[in-house]
């Protein structure tokens, strides 16, 4: 893989802004979720989740929807906390499905 493939130089990554637009609300969501688990940064954050995005494909789209869904759920107080196994099992489905 060439130095073009990975993005880094003789100083290390080269870094490239970007435009990104967001709801309001999914920005609050970002910044709340960033600072709770200890991520320096916004910017450091969003690297991250896409990161994860791009090296674990085997989470799908759907699984990522049942979770935010139960996600709103327990904050709505309409849903009980689920088990490690229990996500891994929607993951799962929602992979299936595709």
């Known amino acids: ?3 073009a493939d990975t993005g880094m130089g003789d100083d290390g ?3 490239v802004q970007i435009n990104l637009r967001l709801s309001k609300a999914f920005l609050e969501d970002i910044d709340t979720t960033w600072e709770e688990q200890g991520f320096n940064s ?3 954050f969003l ?3 896409a990161r994860d995005a791009v090296k674990h494909p085997e989470f799908s ?3 990522w929807k049942q979770i935010a ?3 709103h ?3 709505a ?3 009980e906390l689920v088990s490690r196994d229990e996500v891994i099992e929607m993951m799962d489905q929602g992979a299936d499905d595709e």
Request: aromatic share 4%; glycine share 8%.
């Open 1 to 3: 893989m060439s130095d």
């Open 13 to 15: 990554p080269e870094m």
């Open 61 to 63: 789209r759907e699984g």
């Open 47 to 49: 690297r991250y989740a």
């Open 69 to 71: 869904a139960s996600e």
């Open 77 to 79: 107080g309409d849903a």
């Open 42 to 44: 916004r910017s450091e």
């Open 73 to 75: 759920d327990l904050r």
